[in-house]
């Protein structure tokens, strides 16, 4: 595992220092190839270190890992002066042990997005990209304000490991289409609808764990709408950030989001329909002695609508989405002095999930630092969390026994340019 992680960061290194390299401009590698057509290049990698209570081969001893935990590559372009193109990669899983999840622990296609942009009004993605949900999915890894960022149940396409029968989606992406714009003064109307494969399951003859309950390939619909009281956040297309270190402006923005799909959770024998909401909050002040306070909070609410025989052995094709409730609160505050090359930023989080079966309760309280160097591109986290979350885990079926509460310490890293 050490050596596996090092020789990662070698790897992510060697690329940013080829991004780096003399001539190519700071904010990543651009070529322009005439006055309409240019592609970018870009990376980023975030490994971490950290030591969970009681977690160890054992059972008693704390449990000490390195873990790669994204890996990526970002190609961008345009071919013309309405319509671009996005394509990343990902290494799928890497901060995953091989005999949980990541057999298939590999770089593989994470966005392929054909982008017709018309004005400030009406835009169109479309091809494998984010499916409208969250903030915190909007902002992915690498623009969360703190580094351990996912806590809340995971949408449908974050919840599956794969496309296509028996899945919905990797890492809160799937294959569709979104149109996405704003409205308002400045824009501060901002709003984003989608369609997608959403899951996909086998045919009822088969009886293989692929068949599960959407039978009639029903479709999954997106979207989320987001008004900006004050400062309007500027960001790529419809993505959010967690924080912008008070480079933005004062903001307050509320968001709503929802997902639905028939049949799209539970099992081929106890089908129910999806549907999720959310409603997120981001405010962010700069003090008058230069301090930046920011402010992250998310309500998630899940009716997944199958019987919960659907977690019985036997059930074929299970896709046994959290039902019930969720939040999280997050408090940041950015000292305004720089110690040596950057800021310190100290903050508090808690999380409370209740799933509406008998499946156990699940909390946790964060306390932490991130030691800022250039926004998201650069940035150190320390941070201690207790709670039984961890402990837990986060299967959702019926009987599932509330963990011990145990402390985990971790300590993450990010680059990317």
């Known amino acids: 595992m050490v050596k596996r992680f090092l020789l990662s960061l070698v790897t992510g290194s060697i690329a940013a220092a080829i991004v780096l390299s003399p001539g190519i401009a700071s904010a990543g590698y651009k070529m322009q190839i005439d006055e309409t057509k ?117 949408f449908s396409s974050d919840f599956s490991t794969d496309f296509g029968n028996g899945g919905a989606g990797v890492y809160g992406r799937d294959n569709g289409v979104n149109l996405w714009g704003a409205a308002g003064p400045d824009g501060a109307l901002q709003y984003v609808v989608g ?117 019985d052995q036997g059930q074929t094709g299970n896709f046994g989405m959290f039902d019930g409730s969720a939040f999280t609160v997050t408090g940041l505050y950015l000292l305004p002095n720089e110690v040596w090359i950057g800021k310190l930023q100290p903050y508090f989080r808690f999380t409370g999930i209740y799933p509406g079966s008998t499946s156990a309760d699940r909390d946790e309280l964060e306390a932490g630092i991130n030691y800022v160097i250039d926004g998201h591109n650069a940035r150190i986290s320390l941070f201690y969390q207790y709670g039984n979350l961890q402990s837990t885990g986060l299967n959702y079926a019926p009987n599932v026994l509330k963990g011990n509460d145990v402390s985990r310490i971790g300590i993450g890293v990010q680059l990317q340019i």
């Open 38 to 154: 240019w592609i970018s290049l870009g990376a980023g990698i975030k490994g971490s270190f950290d030591v969970l209570q009681d977690a160890s081969p054992n059972g008693t001893d704390w449990s000490k890992d390195f873990s790669l935990d994204n890996a990526r590559i970002y190609i961008g372009g345009q071919i013309h002066e309405k319509i671009t193109f996005e394509f990343n990669t990902e290494c799928v899983f890497c901060g995953v042990e091989r005999s949980n999840q990541s057999a298939a622990e590999e770089f593989v296609l994470l966005d392929a997005i054909a982008k017709l942009e018309i004005n400030q009004y009406i835009n169109i993605w479309g091809g494998r990209l984010l499916v409208p949900a969250d903030r915190q999915e909007m902002n992915g890894p690498f623009y969360s304000a703190t580094y351990d960022a996912f806590k809340t149940p995971f």
């Open 195 to 311: 369609v997608f494969s959403g899951l996909q399951s086998s045919g009822a003859t088969l009886t293989a764990a692929a068949s599960g309950p959407n039978q009639d390939d029903n479709l999954l619909w997106a979207g989320r709408i987001a008004y900006n009281f004050l400062s309007v956040e500027k960001n790529p297309g419809y993505y959010t950030s967690g924080t912008y270190y008070g480079t933005a402006g004062d903001i307050f923005t509320v968001a709503f989001a929802f997902q639905y799909q028939k049949d799209g959770a539970g099992s081929f024998e106890n089908p129910g329909d999806l549907r999720a909401l959310n409603v997120d909050v981001l405010g962010e002040f700069t003090l008058g002695n230069g301090g930046v306070f920011t402010f992250n909070g998310e309500y998630k609410n899940f009716d997944a609508d199958y019987n919960v025989a659907a977690f």
